[in-house]
């Protein structure tokens, strides 16, 4: 099930970090790098993003979000996990799924290293737009779907 989130929410904050760290935790071991920007957040920083969260449950348990914001027409997919645990099992399609449905183009990065998330990406449509290397010599492919490519 996927519903909104609200991260005012006590509960929901500390399950979304929860996510946020175990899944970074190894999409850092894929890239090489612990220089990912959601691997070092508090859950008052999470809580203060201007993002709008959707969740997948299973179980009355959070295993999976997505934070988007849609700028200037263009939805941008800021942060997207899931919990390992949950892997493989459709989650990150059908939340970035549900954020295109919102309508337009959009734009998501990840690592550069990141083949399953880039897999995922392109499986749904994004074209790699550029390669940038950023603080802590971190390489991001960024994606956009279609309006933007």
């Not at 919990?83 to 959009?106: D, I, N, Y």
């Not at 550069?112 to 950023?134: C, H, K, M, Q, S």
């Amino acid at each position: 099930m996927i519903v909104p989130l609200d991260l005012t929410d006590d509960e929901t904050v500390k399950a979304v970090h929860r996510i946020a760290q175990l899944s970074y935790a190894v999409e850092s071991e894929l890239i090489g790098s612990t220089a990912i920007p959601g691997l070092h957040e508090s859950v008052d920083d999470i809580r203060t993003l201007p993002l709008r969260w959707l969740g997948g449950y299973v179980d009355n348990d959070l295993v999976a979000f997505v934070g988007f914001a849609k700028v200037d027409g263009v939805l941008d997919i800021d942060r997207l996990c899931v919990e390992p645990s949950h892997f493989r099992l459709g989650f990150a399609r059908r939340l970035v799924e549900q954020v295109l449905a919102e309508g337009g183009p959009a734009i998501v990065s990840t690592g550069a290293a990141n083949a399953p998330a880039i897999a995922l990406y392109e499986g749904l449509g994004f074209r790699l737009v550029d390669t940038v290397v950023v603080e802590g010599g971190l390489r991001i492919a960024q994606f956009g779907h279609p309006g933007l490519i």
